[in-house]
């Protein structure tokens, strides 16, 4: 089994990556999925030795090319025109430490604010800020340019993707948002269902009356809103009442596999999908169909950020169910709020093992307090 653990640049170069390689090493880590482009973030940080927090907006950790469309990563302020992405990959070629691109495709609220038009649109014509349309060509264009950048630029095992698909709803609670009704899952999802020309034309394209899903999206919305409709109505059930919308929902998922396949043929490392980000049950929710993808992939990444092994197992079994031919690699959250003791680290590492789970990641070096890596270091003992 190999280990690995989440990082942002600013863990390895205030630290220093040399002593960051070293501690990892002891932990029994031996590959960095270092975040390379990445959503806004405020981070607590533990055992930082120049800083307890940090704020950063949607930003890249390198200077990108001038090879991009409309859409350009916006490199990090804080860089003050350094390269970190550079810097970083410099130090490790000299170490035993493998170098992955952890990399955020669509969760984008800088470059959402900046064009509107290139979001997700919900039923009622909003933009959704923080998530960008993977059914809008600019985007599509965006995220190869982006991984090509990515390919070239350094040495990476693998590439890892985290939100390229059609994120939903409130974006994991975006900024200071406000939300007074209880939408449930059936209304948060229908919220975030794209209703952008892209995704009108691509489902128009097929039959579907995209006029009549939209105002089905939009009076249920607005029942479950008024409490005429139950924020637990069940999802199974009202997707076979309304089969049109089912279809339309389902018309993304082909979008996505397609958009992937240009992506396999842009990447020469390995290349992988995050999935799981709420549960693995509703992958289908961003638009993934984990069947389809895994022909594109060289794994899937599990995140299941459980509490006990059982929960991690679920997920991880729920997964295969969903993806059967598809190299499954789960990450987990070894801390507040989901583990609080070193025993259940253990547990879950065990427990992959005997699935014979070829692969763990950590979220995150530098997010976790040095009591919880000394719980990593515990449990992956076993099996260094």
């Not at 604010?113 to 960008?132: E, I, K, M, N, R």
């Not at 290349?271 to 799981?276: F, H, K, P």
Request: with cysteine.
């Amino acid at each position: 089994m190999e280990f690995a653990a989440w990082c942002f640049p600013w863990d390895l170069l205030d630290e220093g990556v040399e002593n960051v390689v070293d501690r990892l090493a002891d932990i029994g880590i031996s590959e960095v999925n270092l975040a390379t482009n990445y959503h806004h973030v405020q981070a607590f940080l533990p055992h930082n030795p120049k800083r307890r927090t940090i704020f950063a907006r949607s930003s890249s950790y390198f200077q990108p090319t001038d090879d991009y469309g409309r859409l350009t990563p916006i490199p990090y302020e804080g860089m003050n025109g350094d390269d970190w992405l550079e810097r970083i990959d410099s130090e490790l070629a000299t170490t035993d430490l493998s170098l992955n691109s952890w990399t955020v495709g669509c969760h984008n609220s800088r470059l959402g604010l900046q064009y509107p038009d290139v979001t997700l649109q919900t039923p009622y014509g909003d933009s959704l800020a923080f998530g960008l349309c993977p059914s809008n060509p600019s985007v599509q264009e965006y995220l190869r340019s982006l991984l090509t950048d990515l390919d070239e630029r350094a040495s990476f095992e693998r590439i890892e993707l985290e939100s390229f698909d059609y994120f939903h709803g409130r974006g994991f609670g975006w900024h200071h948002d406000k939300f007074h009704t209880d939408l449930g899952r059936l209304g948060e999802f229908l919220f975030g269902l794209c209703f952008c020309d892209h995704c009108q034309a691509t489902a128009s394209s097929t039959g579907i009356d995209t006029k009549a899903v939209r105002k089905t999206c939009v009076a249920t919305i607005n029942a479950i809103a008024e409490g005429i409709l139950p924020a637990d109505f069940d999802l199974t059930s009202w997707f076979r009442a309304h089969p049109d919308v089912a279809e339309y929902t389902a018309v993304r998922t082909d979008t996505l596999a397609n958009l992937f396949a240009e992506f396999r043929a842009i990447v020469e490392a390995d290349l992988g999908y995050y999935a799981g980000l709420i549960n693995i049950a509703d992958t289908w929710m961003h638009g993934a169909d984990l069947s389809k993808l895994s022909s594109h992939l060289d794994f899937i990444t599990v995140t299941a950020y459980e509490s006990s092994s059982t929960a991690v197992l679920d997920e991880f079994r729920t997964a295969h169910t969903l993806a059967p031919d598809a190299e499954l690699h789960v990450g987990i959250l070894p801390g507040h709020p989901v583990i609080h003791d070193p025993q259940s680290v253990a547990e879950i590492i065990d427990a992959l093992a005997n699935e014979g789970v070829p692969r763990v990641s950590f979220y995150n070096y530098g997010l976790l307090p040095e009591r919880n890596l000394n719980w990593i270091a515990n449990a992956t003992e076993p099996y260094r």
